[in-house]
């Protein structure tokens, strides 16, 4: 029998306002333990929260790059639960009325769009920090906890897609998609490392052509976009078998480990909590209004999903998405408009110019198209050496441009004849048909020559004199 | 001079400052050295000087750097490091804080014999309640210990022990007095409000406090406070609901003692009428104890061991809340927990927070209805005058019933307001007026009128 996955996100999104999302604290990754609250976050006898206006305008901006409708009311509730870095013992969130529904994010690939319905996008809190003292560092035989308030009411958005997705790779690419969005915004750093950006899979698996909705398994804790696929991946080899063997998938919550080939579970249904939501009193319903759902709705300029598309229509779909979901996209506009090929272009900033970790926009445009056009004339070193510059302020290309690689087959020729005699064993080892060998020699060769020599020359070189 | 703390009102009290016949440090002694043998206080502070007229405050609010421990053990070594939203508001008008007054652990009862810390005594009878949750603040200011003060009003906390002890106190408005600050028992209902030996003194102190806050987003502005003076209740129309005024179990004193009030607000020239609000008064004591709880569940959730207040023994995070919730709280707060964690358990929240919720807005349009013919609506504020100590803490259902009279406006967020209007057995009977939303200034300008005419003398007859 075939199998299908079916696989629905929940993301969390950290926003970056000054403020935390209900007290007046600042809200900034990293502080001493605890210096960042107050009454409210530490949730003092009496403390109230007040909603912070900025977060819900973004929330809404969010919800409206998602093409969500935006609710005319939508109301915070109560989650209760217990937990030491809950200091009220309630979240607030959102429940039945929360403030963007019904959505949908496009998203190109190479066979065609697919679209992921958004089920809601809604604002809550985020919990403070439970730092358990082990050895390990891991929850599981951890001796003591200790809670670090900072991060307690951070602004969250909550994305809660439908189960749209089928394939780890796509869910893959709509986080990445996702969090481009988000940082184009400028609503969220969306760092994966520092937690700012979170998501949880569902995950089932039902027979191909079915339309049923199995058992789910709940995944967490995976930090990264890779870590997500794999887990995924697993998830449902697991399940598959699970049903082959004539054994029935049982809810709960995995805890992703990286290194292990088993994700433990953390909870089972049994132990599913029942959360009491109810509306909180302590806040009054939010009516945004229509000029200002408009008004940020224009502040929202072409988002990923369509530059992918667009830029698809010059590079191919791969370079498109890697351009766009790098952040990189504009950057190479503007190199491209500065003369530069596109197709150069897009391989000397996916490939080199992103790891060197310069930000783009530090990057003169004008600069770097003149290094991709005259690419080829300039030595690897010289050009390496420039993209690694880029950053800088005054950063000009014209002292690398000066630099030119030697392609002269009669410079090259006696350092390729030297360093072949010096390597008498590999030169006949490659003659014995060891085509491997070819990349050692040139390599020697640019080595020799400060990395100045055209690799294309010295490779047709070599090849031509080691086949004499 | 000698400072007759059981007669002096607030505003005597200012008028004396003012003219410096007597000095801060005078006033605030003449409190403060008296000997609290009603365990009023749970905490009495010293003069911090100044010569501002010197008030007391319900151990529910928050107090910064003076203990605030809402009548629980739970929050028994607890100080808190800010100044609730009012607290704030009566430091800057001079204020001095006397000390901090009994209450019904986290204002749950109506005698505040649900205290961790002992119950308070009646200033007219000590052998019986002043009433709860406020019973302290009430019994503080009967009893010459306190010349005003704050109280926390959930269901009628503030309305009831003012009816029981003898004294005006007003439950304002909801949203039109910052609660920020005030231990939460019930978000929806609780309102703090003044307790006071007079209403103009209550007006004062309700304008002192009232008014939008930016730290809680329930409040709202507020219309300039008018402290009455008005003599007369010519053109006013007072509506009579009949299950409030022959509800079962309505004494017959206190029947006698409002009817003989209301005969006279007639003969100030207020116009008369039965009126009915069937399903406030049959509804909505069932409903308070629907919503009430399922609140406070949620409210008293923060109480876990973790950052303040106490903290048990336990093997891990789990064991150690469970241990501390067991020692900390007290039966009421137990029992009012368990109903509202049940109320609001997934598949039964329809059918009782979220139906209770939508009865609110039934009890509301009713009292709205009523308010089109008539300017306010009166009543006892009590069924009963003050019972004996122990006389019902052993059936929690009695208990809850004498907040009959005082729910139903409170499930609505309408303003009520005590007014002392004669004795029954000795003790006091309350009125109670309740109008319609942010109608203060009415309820202030008829009970005036009526204490001036009822001339009730508000020093227990056994301390005169």
């Known amino acids: 029998m075939s199998w299908e996955a079916v696989i629905g996100l929940e993301i969390h999104v950290q926003l970056k306002t000054r403020t935390k999302m209900f007290c007046r604290c600042v809200n900034e990754f990293g502080g001493g333990p605890n210096t960042h609250t107050c009454p409210v976050c530490l949730a003092f006898p009496g403390a109230l929260p007040v909603a912070n206006k900025r977060a819900i305008e973004e929330c809404i901006k969010l919800g409206l790059a998602l093409d969500c409708e935006i609710a005319d009311r939508a109301v915070f509730h109560r989650k209760n639960y217990y937990y030491p870095d809950l200091p009220k013992a309630y979240q607030i969130s959102q429940y039945d009325e929360p403030l963007c529904a019904r959505g949908k994010l496009t998203m190109p690939t190479a066979d065609g769009d697919v679209t992921i319905g958004i089920t809601r996008a809604h604002l809550e809190e985020d919990a403070a920090k439970n730092v358990h003292v082990a050895s390990s560092g891991r929850i599981h035989g951890a001796t003591a906890t200790l809670v670090d308030f900072n991060r307690g009411g951070t602004p969250l958005v909550e994305i809660v897609t439908e189960p749209d997705i089928h394939d780890a790779e796509t869910a893959k690419r709509f986080l990445q998609l996702l969090r481009q969005t988000v940082v184009e915004l400028d609503l969220s750093d969306a760092e994966l490392e520092k937690g700012s950006m979170r998501f949880d899979v569902n995950v089932s698996v039902r027979p191909a052509g079915s339309d049923e909705l199995r058992t789910r398994t709940e995944l967490k804790n995976m930090n990264s976009f890779n ?3 794999k887990g995924i991946e697993r998830e449902i080899a697991r399940q598959i078998s699970i049903y082959e063997s004539g054994g029935e998938v049982q809810q709960e ?24 939501y109810f509306p909180e009193p302590d806040l009054v319903p939010v009516h945004p209004p229509k000029d200002l759902v408009e008004k940020l709705r224009g502040e929202i300029g072409e988002l990923p999903g369509a530059r992918i598309k667009r830029i698809a229509d010059t590079l191919s779909f791969y370079d498109a998405d890697v351009l766009v979901t790098g952040g990189l996209d504009r950057l190479w506009s503007d190199v491209v408009a500065a003369g530069a090929d596109p197709k150069e272009a897009a391989n000397v900033l996916a490939n ?3 790891a060197t970790g310069i930000s783009p926009d530090a990057v003169n445009a004008g600069e770097l198209a003149k290094l991709v056009v005259a690419r080829a004339e300039i030595p690897r070193a010289a050009f390496d050496e420039a993209l690694s510059k880029l950053g800088d302020a005054d950063f000009s290309a014209a002292p690398y441009l000066e630099q030119k690689v030697v392609a002269d087959a009669g410079e090259l020729d006696p350092v390729i004849d030297k360093i072949i005699e010096a390597n008498p064993a590999q030169a006949e080892q490659f003659r014995a048909g060891k085509e491997g060998l070819l990349g050692f020699f040139v390599g020697q060769v640019m080595k020799e020559t400060g990395g100045k020599a055209d690799p294309r020359v010295v490779n047709e070189r070599v090849r031509a004199k080691l086949d004499t | 001079m000698t400072i007759d703390t059981l007669r002096l009102t607030a505003e005597e009290a200012k008028g004396l400052l003012e003219r410096r016949e007597i000095s801060g440090a005078e006033l605030f002694a003449a409190y403060a050295e008296r000997e609290d043998d009603l365990h009023a206080y749970l905490y009495r502070c010293e003069d911090p000087g100044g010569d501002g007229i010197p008030i007391a405050l319900k151990d529910i609010i928050s107090t910064k750097g003076v203990p605030t421990t809402a009548g629980s053990k739970i929050l028994e070594s607890y100080v808190p490091v800010f100044d609730a939203t009012v607290a704030a508001r009566c430091k800057e008008h001079g204020l001095r804080l006397l000390g901090k007054t009994n209450t019904d652990e986290f204002a749950m009862g109506s005698s505040t014999e649900n205290s961790a810390f002992g119950p308070t005594h009646n200033p007219w009878d000590p052998t019986r309640v002043p009433g709860g949750s406020g019973g302290g603040a009430a019994a503080a200011v009967s009893g010459g210990l306190a010349p005003w003060g704050l109280g926390s009003d959930t269901g009628g906390s503030i309305k009831q022990p003012s009816a029981l002890c003898g004294n005006v106190g007003l439950r304002p408005t909801y949203g039109t007095v910052s609660r920020y600050g005030a231990v939460a028992f019930a978000s929806s209902l609780d309102q703090i409000g003044p307790v006071a030996k007079n209403v103009r003194d209550c007006a004062y102190l309700y304008s002192i406090i009232s008014g939008r806050d930016e730290n809680d987003s329930t409040t709202v502005d507020v219309p300039a406070v008018e402290v009455p003076n008005a003599e007369d209740l010519k053109g006013l129309r007072i509506g009579l609901p009949k299950e409030m005024n022959d509800a079962e179990g309505i004494e017959p004193g206190v029947r006698d003692a409002v009817r003989k009030a209301i005969e006279l607000a007639e003969s100030l020239g207020a116009s008369v009428e039965e009126c009915s609000l069937p399903l406030s008064v049959d509804y909505g ?12 569940s949620s409210n008293l959730g923060r109480y876990d061991g973790v950052r303040y207040g106490l903290r048990s023994d336990g093997a891990d995070f789990r064991e150690m ?12 707060p137990k029992r009012r927990i368990m109903i509202g964690t049940y109320a609001l358990s997934s598949g039964y929240y329809d059918a009782y927070y979220g139906k209770a919720q939508r009865v609110r807005t039934v009890i509301k349009r009713e009292h709205d209805a009523a308010f089109e013919k008539y300017d306010l609506i009166v009543s006892p504020t009590s069924p009963t005058v003050a019972f004996e100590l122990g006389a019902k803490t052993a059936d929690p259902l009695a208990m809850y019933l004498n907040d009959l009279l005082t729910i139903p406006s409170c499930m609505a967020g309408l303003p009520g307001l005590n007014i002392p209007c004669g004795l029954s057995e000795g003790l006091p009977v309350g009125l109670q007026l309740v109008g319609p939303q942010f109608a203060e200034n009415t309820l202030f ?13 508000v020093v227990p007859e056994r301390l005169r």
């Open chain 1, 227 to 229: 870590f997500a696929a």
């Open chain 1, 253 to 276: 919550t995995l805890h992703f480990v990286p290194g292990d080939e088993e994700s433990p579970p953390m909870r089972s249904k049994e132990e599913a909590q029942d959360y009491r």
């Open chain 1, 352 to 354: 080199q110019f992103v």
């Open chain 2, 285 to 296: 004591l069932a409903c308070y104890y629907l919503v009430a709880p399922a609140e406070a």
């Open chain 2, 321 to 332: 809340l469970m241990h501390t919730r067991h020692d900390g709280f007290g039966d009421e």
């Open chain 2, 445 to 457: 300008r008829v009970a005036h009128a009526l204490e001036q005419a009822l001339a009730f003398d």
